[in-house]
């Protein structure tokens, strides 16, 4: 039995206790797998599983409280799911996982740079390498050089809470020292602070507050009464400056210190391309280093900035 | 809004350094200033009546005070304000005294200081809401910590005023130091007969409920409605049915457990009455010595026990007492002198402390009033006190003075003196301090009538040399080293916090200084009350004190409870956290980190979980709207747009500057 | 001084009313004289400062930012500096990724009894920001551009004012 | 329409240098692997081989337009208030400005503006004040993509509406075809530039727009769309389910190049301040909550149906049956969750005769 078919005969069997299932779709193209809500068992033919299911579900939970609902995870995508139910934002029983190991997904962008194809009408995976049928033109490239980066130095492919895990647990792509090495948190620790100054501005410049980051940010539920476009509190104008976009970006990232699973939904939803990921990874390994915490590990967890301890051992008082 | 700026000079203390008038004058182009003045003395009667005169006349909704500390005057403004008619919150102050003109010497830089600080007062006045302050009931109950003299005098006196009084003691008696002291200075009368007649009172008071051989668990609530949740330690014997006869102490078998009564000097059985005067007269078995509770045989006393007290199976329980308010009246603790290497690193047995040597001199002490020197027994002819010792000495951490030593010495010369009429005291000491009533004249006598010899200078060494004990010291008076041939010599140790003190003060939320002593709300003019609201403070837990010092503050701790709990009824300050339930999104982050446990889950009218604040609960912190990641729990002039408004108000004027 | 290096920068600080306001009131009683940059905004407790005020600060035009508050154990409200201190070392951590200087931020403990401490913090960060210079600067305001253009700096527009809004 | 001129590739920074000696001239450039367009900067690289990220509204419809700024004027010796200063905007020229290499579809859904903000009832002076004042020269599209869909609308690759000029691709260069006689100014002011495009060049540059044509989809027929998109407006399961991937962001209304709605906010310390008119989006949560805190569109269902039947309902009932949607296919290819909004029309179609339940 495929993994698919597994996964489809696993939700046929949770349906009827289920509101719906959240998972993907075919899309317009074979690039492409948009969400898509399983209410009915005939909804299922729909589904698909594989790299270009990218998408990670979990933003979606918030708007479904108090519903029951099902929900396919990555194991990047389990990892919000978990940090949900520590926040309380998802209750454990109204909640059916299903666990899909994940060998990565794809980054359309790289796609875009790599092979000049217009409409991808089919897709093929095999020996790690995609072919895609684009009019009547196929072209293949190497899978490495097209996952999202984050699947390039993951280490969670496999999801750690769940109802049903579909097919085997898969070994993960790299070990956890190499999973810290990220070359662009180190082409932005090279930078001198007047470069790194200068990248934002310029990166902000072209930030259209459109906040696809924040609304693809499984985390960010507070989306609907969110800082950034309130008067009370008044955080922030509505001017498309350097300075409010910026800051916008500040507050998301502090927002989600010793939270943000790095699922990268944030910088994969940038229309423009800002890398605004960075600051997170950056106060991921921050939080790491002072707290020696991961997010989306430990349902049970507090997160670090919501607790703290009399003696702190990696927080050391600085006189001036 | 129609705002009003009120300059004040504080006489020359501010005027002298700051532009008062020019501060007027800007703070007139401010948004929604529509007066603007300055005064010579904004505080005194006239400058108050200015303030409610201008409130009348200009229809101003809302006062800027440029003057002192917030700290100093905000509720004396506040009053003013309310007398005008206005709501008392409708005040901000900028601290242009302690913040500005007394530590800044440039009058212009001053003056743009002080221009800035009145412009982010008024931006944050602005977004000020006249506040309505709830009340609530008070639970008429004290609770007091520390059973000492100054711990006994608050409970009597707040159970003579017709308050209810826990009164909580660590020990198995209340008595505290007094009660180990065998005379007091400067009257040297006997230290129990004062002292025991008090601990009576305490005990026989209808509204004092004793609560010995207990300690503080947790203290939870606020002023007026306190929970301390007490630990009665387990004494392994029935209180209810120990008479204190004291058969038990005869027949234990184990006597050679530490006499913490008595410093241990001698020592004394696992089952224990510390002294014939206690208070409560109960028994307590000491479990690391006990034969029955280390090694599961004896049981002696029990067999004795007329009335079948003893009871091995005994826990600890903790016993939920609402207070109102908590007088904290811990006592010292003193200074462990092995840390002087020099003095013998507490290895000599004939260097002893003070409080040992008291214990020796007491008639109802381990030695009947003998006193002998530890090593042989012998009476002592040469006896040298050392002052300061952990004292005055800031390379061993303890930089203050220790206020009551200087006396001790004295009187324990004197003391020797009769004890021993041959003998000779010697005191090293660094200064003699002895300003209260009588105490000049006290010293005085030691030296001039019981010849003790007074040298000023420090002990560099005392080593032992043929059955003697060889004191070298300094005589900075007459520049010369001294060596004295001593039979004994008494350290006059230091005194400390004791070891609980900083965990208390973690209960309780309440300071300490930088010694580790409790931190009164103003050195002068609170000097009994601390700053969290209800919890005041008595004896030397607060810094070193003698007897009348000690006893003086139980009583001005009590007066402070007194009048709190007179009211039926407190005030809330409502400067408290509320939750808008249109932008909450039921996280409830700000349940998980109020350390009141003042935010509660409710459910909104969309069926899903929002977050309440418990307004009488809530003590103003804010750490819940710096969680709330969406600014639904706003704290009331604290708000994210006043702190906002603050910082715009600072930046916008520079960053228009830096454009020119 | 008062004066340190003849031009004063924008230096905010964030100050709990329980422990540092009293350290700073405590400085002033004791004439311990200080620079005279720092701005203090009187906050509740450390507990409510969200470094997002401190970042607002800092994009907002300030050169530098200063929390102080109540030694660990001391909090008034028991709690709230412990919060404060995990949030402001990650904030003191994340500020060099935006190219901000992280001294341009510091937070510290000082109690209402350390007076002689405040004179030495302030004295200090003060003379830091001074070493760091004004901080870079963003785009100005539109509000404080278009104003500046109206010369409405001084309250003093050039030209006569329609009635509207009266 | 002019004669076909024809400028080799490598001399259109010299137009461009040229135009904007006078003018602010915006171009597609590249940032991190995004085009988008910015004010033409001769030290960087304008690109044309795709279609932009963003559209090119910016240039006529800011994202942030101040529309005045006032400061309350005090009494210095009372503090009281003695009037109003207000500089509008307005009063400030606008520049000449040139939008290069904006597509059809793009270019096109200033028509959409034009009909809002510059009709018989009303004449918005902020818009039309920049609208006169710029120029489009629009790349003719060569190889439409898997998103594209301007042919649904009325459109085609080539659409030379609401353009100046056009330039088709062609080998070495680009043909040039003058549309106005702002465009025919523009090329006049770099003549030297041009040389007259030949017989093959013409017909190279016919031969690339029937390719493109040739690779558009087949269309379906949107005459009903009003009365289908009209029959599902009650289904919310319907829209529930089209939204399914819809995180609710502003994305797709903000690279629309006919999206026009905007929100008003003043910004103000109390005495100095600023009216700010700035875009927003009919996906957010914000844009149709209420004072009350009632929103009539309380979720993202309820928002895209609104999105969706403004542009193929509403728009084309009040503004003479036209649809208020260019087939750029910037909301599909950019959304982050690959929400298709051909999708939605064709299902709505397929069940136009269905009736909610």
Redesign the interface.
Known sequence: MSQLTELKEAIRKALPDLDLVLGWREGYDALHAPPYHIRRQEDLEHLVFGPMCVNNLASQLMHLRGKKVGIIVKGCDARSVVELLQEKIVNRESLVIFAMPCKGVLDVKKIRRALDIDHAREVHFHNGTIEITSGDKTSSVELKDVLADKCLRCHYPNATEYDHFIGEPVEPRVSAEEAAADPAMEELAGMDLTERFAFWKTHMNRCLRCYACRNSCPLCFCRDVCLADSRDPHWQSQETSVREKWMFQMIHAMHLAGRCTQCGECERACPVGIPILLLKKHLNAVVKDLFNYEAGIDPTATPPLFTFKVEEENIKEIEL | MRIGVFVCHCGSNIAARVNCAEVAKAALNFPDVVFATDEVYMCSEPGQESIRKAIVEHRLDGVVVASCSPRMHEVTFRRTVERAGLNRYMVEMANIREHVSWIGHDKDSNTRKAIDLVRIAAAKLRRDKPLTFKTFEVVKKVLVVGGGVAGIQAALDCADAGLDVVLVERKSTIGGRMAQLDKTFPTVDCSTCVLGPKMVDAAQHTRISLMAYSEIEDVSGYVGNFTARIKRKASYVDFSKCTGCGLCTEKCPSKKTFDDFNEGVGTTTAINIPFPQAIPKKAVINPATCLKLTKGKCGACAKVCPTGAINFDMREEIVEERVGAVIAATGYDLFDHSKYEEYGGGKLPDVITSIQYERMLSASGPTGGHVKRPSDGKEPKTVVFVSCVGSRDPAKGRPYCSNFCCMYIAKQSILTKDHIPDSQSYVFYIDIRAPQKGYEEFTRRAQEEYGTRYIRGRVSKIYPEGGKLIVRGADTLLGTQVEVQADLVVLAVGVEPTPGAGKLAEKLRISTDQNGFFMESHPKLRPVETNTAGVFLAGACQGPKDIPASVAQGSAAAGKAISLLARERLEADPQVSHVNPKRCVGCMKCVRVCPFKAIKETTGRDGLPKAEVIEAMCQGCGICSVVCPQGAVQLEHFKDDQILAEVEALCRTWVAKSCE | ???VGGK?L?I?GFLC???S??G??A???G??????DL???????T???????V???L????DGVLVSG?H?????????N??A???L???K??L??????EDRF?Y??V????GARW???VT??TE?IHELG?M???????????????G??????????????? | MMASLFIVSKDIPQWLAAMAKTRKVFATQRESGAIIFKPYDPGREVVFERESVTSCKEAVFPQTKVLFSYFVKKNPETGETAGVAIEESLNKPAPQAVVFGTRPCGTKGFLTFDRVFDCDRIRDPYYTSLRERTAFITLACDRPGATCFCHWVGGAPDDPKGSDALLTPVEGGFLVEAVTEKGEELVNEARSLFAEADEKRREEGAAVRDKAKGMLTPKPDLTDIGPALEKRFRDLDFWEDMTAACVSCNMCTYLCPTCYCFNITDESDGQAGVRLRTWDACMSQQYSLEASGHNPRPTRAHRMRNRVNHKFWYHPKEYGGVISCCGCGRCVKHCPGSVDIRRILLTALERKDEDAE
């Open positions: 001084m008062s004066d004063e924008r905010i009313n329980w422990c306001y009293g700073a009131d400085a002033g009683v004439r311990f004289s200080q620079p005279t701005r203090i905004i009187r906050m509740p407790c507990g409510r400062v969200d470094p997002l005020f970042l607002k600060a994009v907002s035009g300030a109540c660990p154990r001391d909090c008034h409200y028991s709690e709230g412990y919060y201190r995990r949030r070392e990650v904030l951590r994340l060099p990724m935006l190219g901000i200087h510091h510290t403990w109690s209402a009894s350390e004179q030495q913090v200090r960060f830091r004004p870079d600067s963003l785009d100005p305001e539109l509000a404080v551009c278009a104003i500046r253009e109206l409405g700096e001084n309250g003093q527009a050039d030209q006569p004012a329609p009635a509207s809004g009266e």
